[in-house]
């Protein structure tokens, strides 16, 4: 079965940086769209970034940037780098994933669309 297991989060100072994984296992899907989502206090979870198996990605405007998604395959991790943290970067930060077409074929679907492969999350609180 897929799982996935994020880490690094944690409190951070505005202006500071952090860098969140999210491991994979069970994963044997050759084709798959991976993305970070987050969710802040009292507001709706929203998507950050996406990543697909050819390693094109997609930014929400609001990261746009400040923030890096990558993939280590040998390592079937995910990343996030996270740079210029805000305060309203504040919450707890979800990595997802689906198997399926990439970016590309999906268009503005992408926002959309439901992952069936979720972390746990992991917090993040930036203080100012």
């Known amino acids: 079965q897929v799982q996935l297991v994020e880490s690094g989060g944690g409190p951070v100072q505005a202006g500071g940086s952090l860098r969140l994984s999210c491991t994979a296992s069970g994963w044997y899907y050759r084709y798959y769209v991976m993305a970070w989502f987050r969710q802040a206090p009292g507001k709706e979870r929203e998507a950050v970034a996406f990543?697909?198996?050819?390693?094109?990605?997609l930014y929400a405007d609001s990261v746009k940037g400040r923030f890096t998604i990558s993939l280590d395959h040998a390592k079937n991790t995910l990343y996030l780098e996270m740079n210029s943290l805000v305060s309203e970067d504040t919450g707890v930060y979800s990595c997802?994933?689906?198997?399926?077409?990439?970016?590309?074929?999906?268009?503005?679907?992408?926002?959309?669309?439901?992952?069936?492969?979720w972390g746990q999350g992991t917090q993040v609180t930036v203080s100012s």
């Open positions: 990543i697909d198996h050819d390693e094109d990605t």
């Open positions: 997802a994933a689906d198997a399926g077409r990439p970016l590309k074929a999906r268009g503005k679907d992408i926002w959309t669309a439901l992952f069936g492969y």
